[in-house]
């Protein structure tokens, strides 16, 4: 990979240097359509344009109170989910955060140029928070500043994700021009990549709150693990909006998630599933959006049994990850200390 530092693309003789996605998801809770529709979709569709980067951030997790096993179990889990849903570790590389020591480093020295009142003003905190800030961990306090160590220890052009993550990228970008102004150029200013559809799939019981993982109520989400029974179940008893009509709009928010959800897994666009569906009335339409849902998960959970049944092939794919992303880290933290003074180089 040798070739890749220097291959900006600005000379007339240098290949264009494809850009460089990174993104992060956290092993924890049972992964959902939004999960799937909002971020790792994406990951994939997009995987052969793009240099990319992808990483289970298990020390994010830690910033909520996790067990030992559960803590391992979710990691393995999620790479093979993330494998089943199509990342193809030849295209990408696939690694988990805490194999790579570099990432708290970075974040240490991040939170050296990050304000305090930025951090206390990041929403998911607060949510997470839940007006408990004098219990939660400091962890979930600068849980943001990890993030954009991850971000920026990669030279990240692009970030991947969902709505909820465009503030944390958007304090990536301060953080990393004030390290520039303050020690010259270092990072790279990276950019959120949100779709303007599948960004904020809501919960089927109350479609003003998102789908979260961490939601109380199990009908809120379909989980990517969920059976077609179970799928067949909560899409039938997903809340649905005064009316009969199969539209969407700002007075028909349960209607709008059902055909943004529709139009994303059947790959049309929201005005299409509205025609198809004109004058048929909410039954038919929910019962055609569970069976499209059902045949959609259905080759995504076909493999993921498969690869549970070896635990060994995502341990010895996710090794390899890491030792390729060390090699860039590495680097990059040679040049980010000798910027700030610390680590050596003092003769
Ligand atoms: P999380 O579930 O918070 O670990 O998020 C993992 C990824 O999924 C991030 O890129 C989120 O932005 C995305 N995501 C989470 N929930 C949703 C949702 N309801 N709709 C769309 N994207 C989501
Ligand atoms: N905070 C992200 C989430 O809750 C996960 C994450 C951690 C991430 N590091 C990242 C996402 C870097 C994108 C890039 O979903």
Request: negative net charge; proline residues 4%; charged residues 25%.
């Given at each position: 990979?040798g070739?890749?530092?220097g291959?900006?693309g600005e000379?007339p003789?240098?290949p264009?240097?494809?850009?460089?996605?990174f993104s992060?998801i956290?092993?924890s809770?049972s992964?959902h359509?939004?999960?799937?529709l909002?971020?790792?979709?994406?990951?994939?569709?997009?995987?052969?344009?793009?240099?990319?980067?992808?990483?289970?951030?298990?020390?994010?997790a830690?910033?909520?109170?996790?067990?030992?096993?559960?803590?391992s179990?979710?990691i393995?889990?999620l790479a093979?989910?993330?494998?089943?849903?199509?990342i193809?570790p030849?295209?990408?590389?696939?690694?988990?955060?805490?194999?790579?020591?570099?990432?708290?480093?970075?974040?240490?020295?991040?939170?050296?140029?990050t304000?305090?009142?930025?951090?206390?003003?990041?929403?998911?905190?607060?949510?997470?928070?839940?007006?408990?800030?004098?219990?939660v961990?400091a962890?979930?306090?600068v849980?943001p500043?990890?993030?954009?160590?991850?971000?920026?220890?990669?030279?990240?052009?692009?970030?991947?994700?969902?709505?909820?993550q465009k503030?944390?990228?958007?304090?990536?970008r301060d953080?990393a021009?004030?390290?520039?102004?303050?020690?010259g150029?270092t990072?790279?200013l990276p950019?959120p990549?949100?779709?303007?559809q599948?960004?904020?799939?809501?919960s089927?019981?109350d479609p003003?709150?998102?789908?979260?993982?961490?939601?109380p109520s199990?009908?809120?989400?379909?989980?990517?693990?969920?059976t077609?029974d179970?799928i067949?179940?909560?899409?039938?008893r997903?809340v649905?909006?005064?009316?009969?009509?199969?539209i969407?709009?700002?007075?028909?928010?349960?209607l709008?998630?059902?055909?943004?959800?529709?139009?994303?897994?059947a790959?049309?666009?929201v005005?299409e599933?509205e025609t198809?569906?004109?004058g048929k009335?909410?039954?038919?339409?929910?019962a055609?959006?569970a069976?499209?849902?059902v045949?959609r998960l259905?080759?995504?959970?076909?493999?993921?049994?498969?690869?549970?049944?070896?635990?060994?092939?995502?341990?010895?794919?996710?090794?390899e990850?890491?030792e390729?992303?060390?090699?860039?880290?590495?680097?990059?933290m040679?040049?980010?200390?000798?910027?700030?003074?610390?680590?050596?180089?003092?003769s």
């Open positions: 990979m070739a890749e530092r291959a900006t000379g003789h240098l264009a240097r494809r850009k460089r996605v992060g956290q092993p809770g992964f359509i939004g999960n799937y909002g971020a790792i979709r994406n990951w994939v569709d997009q995987q052969a344009a793009y240099d990319n980067v992808f990483c289970i951030v298990d020390l994010h830690l910033s909520l109170p996790t067990t030992r096993e559960g803590l179990g979710n393995l889990h093979n989910v993330l494998l089943a849903s199509g193809d030849e295209q990408s590389i696939l690694f988990v955060q805490s194999d790579v020591r570099e990432h708290t480093e970075l974040c240490w020295l991040l939170n050296s140029v304000q305090f009142g930025d951090l206390r003003r990041m929403t998911q905190f607060k949510d997470k928070a839940g007006g408990k800030d004098e219990q961990s962890a979930l306090f849980y500043v990890l993030q954009a160590a991850d971000i920026l220890l990669y030279d990240t052009d692009l970030v991947p994700v969902g709505e909820d503030q944390h990228i958007e304090l990536t953080v021009a004030r390290f520039n102004a303050r020690y150029e990072f790279v950019a990549d949100i779709k303007p599948g960004a904020r799939i809501m089927l019981d003003t709150k998102k789908m979260s993982k961490s939601d199990a009908n809120a989400t379909v989980a990517l693990t969920d077609p179970t067949r179940k909560k899409i039938r997903a649905t909006d005064s009316g009969s009509d199969v969407a709009g700002p007075d028909k928010p349960a709008t998630n059902l055909l943004s959800i529709f139009a994303l897994f790959d049309l666009t005005p599933v198809r569906y004109a009335g909410y039954g038919a339409f929910k055609d959006l069976e499209l849902v045949e259905a080759p995504i959970q076909e493999r993921l049994a498969e690869l549970e049944a070896d635990p060994a092939v995502a341990a010895r794919l996710l090794a990850g890491a390729r992303a060390r090699l860039r880290a590495a680097a990059k040679d040049e980010v200390r000798d910027r700030v003074g610390v680590g050596g180089g003092r």
